[in-house]
């Protein structure tokens, strides 16, 4: 297992959601900049969802046209995309433009579109193409998405955004008859950042070209690579039986000297001899879809309305805890694989009873249980932690599982991946943005009962 492979492996899933990613820590910078204020955020969940016209596509052409798609140049596409929007977000992503009298973020939201298309598409391109490398590099590849949310929250961390102080205001009151004594309120001050948005959105350009680079190595290496490791060790040593057989128990495709006849082969040998049931399939997707719709669409819209009535300390604490809980269990999935489904759906169950206490958190605020308590800033950070590390976790477990079933197997998971995402977003979209059935909290001046 060459770690130069494990690297750029990881570099590559880098820049999956490393760019939307990006923006949503950037986000309390920039709704102070322009125009739409905080309904940006939801904007930006429209903007992304209507991305995923990427990702359709390239599932109808999996579909209609099979093997017909290059995924390599889709990649390539979608990277050098990704590259230019980051690059043109740096200067121009302040531009307004008046529309219907009214100024509007119109580059912003283009720019952001090309983004959201690049990070969409990942989903059903990335994943396909990790089929060629051998499976113990897919755990990494995750580790290398979970890092696309963590290194931009922790360059966001080290920014300073969103970091507050409570101070006293004078205000005079406006009676000039009778001019009063001044009042004092308690005010939330922002703290200004320590670098500017422009360099956060070209430190995303840095990540992003990272990320093409490393497709670039690893799109040339793979068929070098697998006749490199081939016949090294004679097949009657018991050994290299021992040592396959651990890695791919299931092998009935003999060795060829085409490799991409090969994956063809062993690809139709697994459709043929499916590992699991219809059921156990359905099961799976399921999971799939369930994770993705909790971790990328439900949870992430009320995480401010459940931890910030605990404190600015309390919602870093648990953004930064939990976005490391999702590299850290792909590191425990790759040296403790478990790909038992009981197993992983009590994980996900387990996973999901921490997403429930976060969602209830969010429903109560601005004054949640054990507000203002020790006791309660440290329950609802380990419940971000244990909700993101273990609904990882599974996803992980499941993305290997379905990487030895066959290559549509994965495109269909990239699909359930976004599925997923969509249904999140729609169903919280309205319920946040629109009946506003969730309250945010000022840690200076909200007072709750006892």
Known sequence: MPLYIHALAC????????????????????????????????????????????????????KFCPGRLREHLVIYAVLSIGVVACVLLAVFWKNTTVILGQPRSTAFFSLTFFLA????????????????????????????????????????????????????????????????????IVETQYLPPNFSTEIFFSFLAVM????????????????IFELSTENLVPDTDAVATICRGLEDPVDPVPKTNNPEEEEKMRNTALLSKPMHSGYQLAFIYFMVLWVNCATNGLLPSVQTFSCMPYGNMAYHLSAALSAVANPVACIIAMFFPKRSLVFLGILCLLGSVFGGYNMAMAAMSPCPLLQDTPLGEAIIVLSWVFFTGLLSY?????????RDRSHSALVWCGAAV?????????????????????????????????
């Open 11 to 62: 570099a590559f899933g880098l820049g999956s959601w490393v760019s939307i990613n990006g923006l949503w820590v950037e986000l309390p910078l920039i709704v102070n900049v322009l125009p739409e204020g905080w309904d940006l955020p939801s904007y930006l969940t429209v903007i992304i969802q209507l991305a995923n016209l990427g990702p359709l596509l390239v599932t109808l052409a999996h």
């Open 117 to 184: 298309l690049v990070d969409c598409t990942s989903s059903v391109t990335f994943l396909p193409f990790m089929m060629q490398l051998p499976a113990k590099y897919i755990t990494t590849y995750f580790i290398g998405e979970g890092l696309s949310g963590l290194v931009p929250g922790l360059v966001a961390l080290a920014q300073g955004v969103g970091m507050s102080k409570c101070v006293n205001v004078s205000h005079v009151p406006d009676n000039f008859t009778e001019p009063g004594p001044p009042i004092f």
């Open 208 to 223: 992003t070209a990272i990320s093409l680079g490393s497709f670039i190595i690893l799109n040339r290496m793979p068929r």
């Open 394 to 402: 599974v996803k992980v477990m499941v993305g290997v599982i379905l």
């Open 418 to 450: 976004q599925a997923g995402s969509l249904l999140g977003s729609v169903i919280m979209f309205p319920l946040v943005s629109i009946y506003h059935l969730f309250q945010s909290g000022d840690v200076c001046n909200t007072i709750c009962p006892l």
